[in-house]
T-cell receptor, first 111, second 113 residues
C-alpha cells in the first residue's frame, strides 16, 4: 500500500510561470514532509520541508503548502526556471522510521 | 566539504557473489539510511539507523544486511545477490532525521547478472 502518492508522473510548465507539484498521503502519523529534487546520475537534493503543525513554509522561489484535513501537500515554484527541470520527490517521515518517498514527478520547464 | 560518499559508483557482479557497498559521512550525523531506486517505483527504504549499533528494517529489507559499528559508516551488504537486486542504490544521512532533511550520496548502480 503506497502511503505517499505523486499521481502525476510528469508536468510541463513554461519558463517564468508557476509550477505546482502535488502529493497525497494516507498515514496521519506522518510528522514531517519534505521535497527533494533529483537530476540524472546524482543523488536527491533536499529542497524544503514542513512540519505537520504548519500549513505553509516558504524559501525563496519555493513554497510548500500542507492541507492536513485533505492529507495533501503541494510544492509551488515561482517563477519556474530552466534549471528547475528535474524529478521531484515528495517524502514523509513517521516518527523515527526514516523517510517514505513518492514515485516522483518529472518537471519539464519549456522555454 | 560536507558529504556522503558511496563506493563503488558502478558495479557489475554475478549471482551469489557476496558484495558490500560502503557509505561514509563526515557530518557527524546520527541518522543514516539506504534506499533503492527503480523505474516506476521511486525511492524505497531498505534499512535505516538512528545511531551506532541501532538499525531497523525499512520497506524492502529482504536480501540485504547492514551494520553501524561507528557513526560515520553504514555499509550495505548483499550476502547472495540476485538479479532482482539490480538497481540504483543511495545512502543518506541526517542530523536529526527531521526537518533538516537527509543528505544523499551520489548513488551506486549495481547490476547482478
Amino acid at each position: 500500500d503506497q502511503q505517499v502518492k505523486q499521481n502525476s508522473p510528469s508536468l510541463s510548465v513554461q519558463e517564468g510561470r508557476i509550477s505546482i507539484l502535488n502529493c497525497d498521503y494516507t498515514n496521519s502519523m506522518f510528522d514531517y514532509f519534505l521535497w527533494y529534487k533529483k537530476y540524472p546520475a546524482e543523488g536527491p537534493t533536499f529542497l524544503i520541508s514542513i512540519s505537520s503543525i504548519k500549513d505553509k513554509n516558504e524559501d525563496g522561489r519555493f513554497t510548500v503548502f500542507l492541507n492536513k484535513s485533505a492529507k495533501h501537500l503541494s510544492l509551488h515554484i515561482v517563477p519556474s526556471q530552466p534549471g528547475d527541470s528535474a524529478v521531484y520527490f515528495c517524502a514523509a517521515r513517521g516518527g523515527a522510521d526514516g523517510l517514505t518517498f513518492g514515485k516522483g514527478t518529472h518537471l519539464i520547464i519549456q522555454p | 566539504e560536507a558529504q556522503v560518499t558511496q563506493n563503488p559508483r558502478y558495479l557489475i557482479t554475478v549471482t551469489g557473489k557476496k558484495l558490500t557497498v560502503t557509505c561514509s559521512q563526515n557530518m557527524n550525523h546520527e541518522y543514516m539510511s539506504w534506499y533503492r531506486q527503480d523505474p516506476g517505483l521511486g525511492l524505497r527504504q531498505i534499512y535505516y539507523s538512528m545511531n551506532v549499533e541501532v538499525t531497523d528494517k525499512g520497506d524492502v529489507p529482504e536480501g540485504y544486511k547492514v551494520s553501524r559499528k561507528e557513526k560515520r559508516n553504514f555499509p550495505l551488504i548483499l550476502e547472495s545477490p540476485s538479479p532482482n537486486q539490480t538497481s540504483l542504490y543511495f545512502c543518506a544521512s541526517s542530523l536529526s532525521g527531521g526537518l533538516d532533511g537527509y543528505t544523499f550520496g551520489s548513488g551506486t548502480r549495481l547490476t547482478v547478472v
